[in-house]
Nanobody, 121 residues
């Protein structure tokens, strides 16, 4: 069983930065693709960024050039560096594991409690 714990959220002004962390327990982290998601009030959860076991990355268009996903396999941790934050980035951010197959992302059901990011204008 995999347990994920997100941290690093907070309140920041527009244009500011935050770095989120997601610590994973259990085996197999280094061979797992990992992803960050977010869910704003009244909206569906969306995939923000993912990183494969081979360190390939992909981002949703709205965060390209501003967010960077990375991983440290020695620490079983995935990060999301968020720069130039905008009020529309306000959401609860979650991480999860998954895999890519045929160009499609498949997620596991390992959801943590999430971390709140609030960007004020």
């Amino acid at each position: 069983q995999v347990h994920l714990v997100e941290s690093g959220g907070g309140l920041v002004q527009a244009g500011g930065s935050l770095r989120l962390s997601c610590a994973s327990s259990g085996s197999g982290f280094s061979i797992s693709a990992m992803a960050w998601y977010r869910q704003a009030p009244g909206k569906q959860r969306e995939l923000v960024a993912l990183i494969t076991s081979g360190y390939s990355t992909n981002y949703t268009d709205s965060v390209k050039g501003r967010f960077t996903i990375s991983r440290d396999n020695a620490k079983n941790t995935v990060y999301l560096q968020m720069n130039s934050l905008k009020p529309e980035d306000t959401a609860v951010y979650y991480c999860n594991a998954g895999f890519l197959r045929g160009g499609r992302w498949y997620e596991y059901d390992y959801w943590g409690q999430g971390t709140q990011v609030t960007v004020s204008s």
